[in-house]
């Protein structure tokens, strides 16, 4: 099972959906979660950070699920501006406990189409 | 301004020729870090250092090196640069580990 998993997308919505980003991760020992977002040819940014009690920023929700392993981001009311490609991030710690690592999933390109 | 800068941003070069991407931040981040991006493959880690002559290798170092002299620059050297290091390179910064990364623009190599 890959480190950490999204869907493949891509995704092509219209302007003003909803659109949902799913991501599982394997390593149960992870300790921390995020979202950035990746506009093509440029550097990711942090979209947001995940908590266990799910967390909003305007549009966007992530929502964490530690049982299951697994990552959510909805997007509501999507705008030309959010095309871009979304990025799971998990921190996983080493297993001297001493050291954390960023593990990307591939990222998952949306499209939001006038 | 809080930033991560990476020179050069663009770079065109032989099989062989030895080269270094520099990497510098001026947030007083203890953790930095280098990875390379290409397509399919996502965002892979090459290198990090958790703090000033501390490095260690990530998922992917074979082919280079990195050293932390001091705590804002982290450079990148690739000693016999090869085609298959053509890729997207980012640096990257945090307080700590575990926190939230912030990344340079990225220096795209080409190597022939």
């Known amino acids: 099972r890959k480190e950490v998993e999204q869907d493949p997308g891509p995704f092509n919505v219209p302007e003003g959906a909803t659109v949902a980003f799913n991501c599982t991760y394997s390593?149960?020992?992870?300790?921390?979660f995020f979202w950035y977002r990746q506009d093509c040819r440029k550097e990711p940014k942090l979209l947001m950070s995940v908590y266990s009690s799910g967390n909003e920023d305007g549009r966007f929700t992530a929502q964490l699920n530690r049982a299951s392993q697994y990552i959510s981001l909805l997007i509501r009311d999507s705008k030309l501006s959010d095309s871009a490609t979304y990025l799971c991030?998990?921190?996983?710690?080493?297993?001297?406990?001493?050291?954390?690592?960023?593990?990307f999933g591939k990222g998952t390109l949306l499209t939001v189409n006038p | 301004e809080a930033q991560v800068t990476q020179n050069p941003r663009y770079l065109i070069t032989v099989t062989g020729k030895k080269l270094t991407v520099t990497c510098s931040q001026n947030m007083n981040h203890e953790y930095m870090s280098w990875y390379r991006q290409d397509p399919g493959l996502g965002l892979r880690q090459i290198y990090y250092?958790?703090?000033?002559?501390?490095?260690d290798k990530g998922d992917v170092p074979e082919g280079y090196k990195v050293s932390r002299k001091e705590k804002r620059n982290f450079p990148l050297i690739l000693e016999s640069p090869s085609p298959n290091q053509t890729s997207l390179y980012f640096c990257?910064?945090?307080?700590?580990?575990?926190?939230?990364?912030?990344f340079g623009p990225g220096t795209r190599l080409l190597v022939l």
């Open positions: 991030v998990v921190n996983i710690v080493n297993s001297g406990g001493s050291n954390y690592k960023l593990t």
């Open positions: 390593n149960s020992a992870s300790q921390s």
């Open positions: 250092s958790m703090n000033v002559e501390v490095t």
């Open positions: 990257a910064s945090s307080r700590k580990s575990r926190e939230t990364q912030y």
